[in-house]
């Protein structure tokens, strides 16, 4: 069940390295934005994504935000230097990585980024049919005969 806000659900959260900033994805607008807010009192709130969002990823030093954004059936990955002062939160050099083909379902990260920000770990639905799965139950009973 994802968490209710009086202006819609928050799909995705992570909390940036430093604790500082909470970055977010959210259904407040219509349709699924990242926004970045100062955490613990979200006093403030900047919208990252513009095109729809997805995702938020932080980088391990702060310095760079990774989200998806949808382009009709694909999702993008983009990147963001952060610049946050005080409570101020600034972006800039906002730029697209590569598309992201495949979308899971069912409320999980599509990717993972590397501490450094320079690999990513794609998440991506198995193509074609799952085979069969068989479970023995009490199998240390028969080690014995």
């Not at 501490?115 to 049919?129: H, K, M, N, S």
């Amino acid at each position: 069940m994802q968490p209710q806000s009086q202006q819609g659900a928050i799909v995705f959260f992570r909390l940036s390295p430093n604790g500082k900033w909470l970055a977010y994805s959210s259904t407040e607008s219509g349709r699924e934005e990242v926004y970045v807010t100062p955490f613990p009192t979200g006093n403030g709130r900047w919208q990252v994504s513009q095109n729809g969002g997805t995702s938020p990823a932080w980088r391990a030093d702060g310095k760079e935000l990774y989200f998806g954004e949808f382009f009709g059936a694909q999702t993008q990955v983009f990147a963001v230097d952060v610049a946050g002062k005080a409570d101020q939160f600034e972006t800039e050099n906002y730029r697209r990585l590569f598309p992201l083909s495949h979308l899971l379902a069912g409320g999980n990260s599509n990717f993972e980024v590397s501490p450094d920000g320079g690999r990513f770990l794609i998440a991506v639905q198995p193509e074609g049919e799952a085979s069969p799965m068989s479970l023995t139950l009490n199998w240390t009973a028969k080690l014995g005969k």
